[in-house]
Nanobody, 115 residues
Framework: QVQVVESVGGLVQAGGSLRFTCVVS????????VDWYRQAPGNQRDWVAT???????NYAGSVKDRFTVSRDNDKNTVYLQMNSLKPEDTAVYYC?????????WGQGTQVTVSS
């Protein structure tokens, strides 16, 4: 069974940085593609970034060049480095570890960016 635990979010001023971790239990981590999503109040859950099993990355246009996703297979961990944060980045961020067609979501973590 795959369990996903995200680090605690935080409050940061615009222009600041935060780094999230997503720790995935189990022995299949290296076979998982991992996505980050976010959901602002009243909005749908939007895709932010993906890192594949081969560490290829893709980003939504709104975060490209500001966010960086990486993984450490030895630590079963995916990192989301968020720089140059904007108030519109305020949302609950979710990690999803995908094994084939099965999603494994984390509990979500709040990020608030003040102007």
């Amino acid at each position: 069974q795959v369990q996903v635990v995200e680090s605690v979010g935080g409050l940061v001023q615009a222009g600041g940085s935060l780094r999230f971790t997503c720790v995935v239990s189990g022995s299949v981590f290296r076979f998982l593609n991992v996505d980050w999503y976010r959901q602002a109040p009243g909005n749908q859950r939007d895709w932010v970034a993906t890192i594949s099993t081969g560490a290829r990355t893709n980003y939504a246009g709104s975060v490209k060049d500001r966010f960086t996703v990486s993984r450490d297979n030895d630590k079963n961990t995916v990192y989301l480095q968020m720089n140059s944060l904007k108030p519109e980045d305020t949302a609950v961020y979710y990690c999803n570890a995908r094994l084939m067609s099965t999603d494994n979501w984390g509990q979500g973590t709040q990020v608030t960016v003040s102007s």
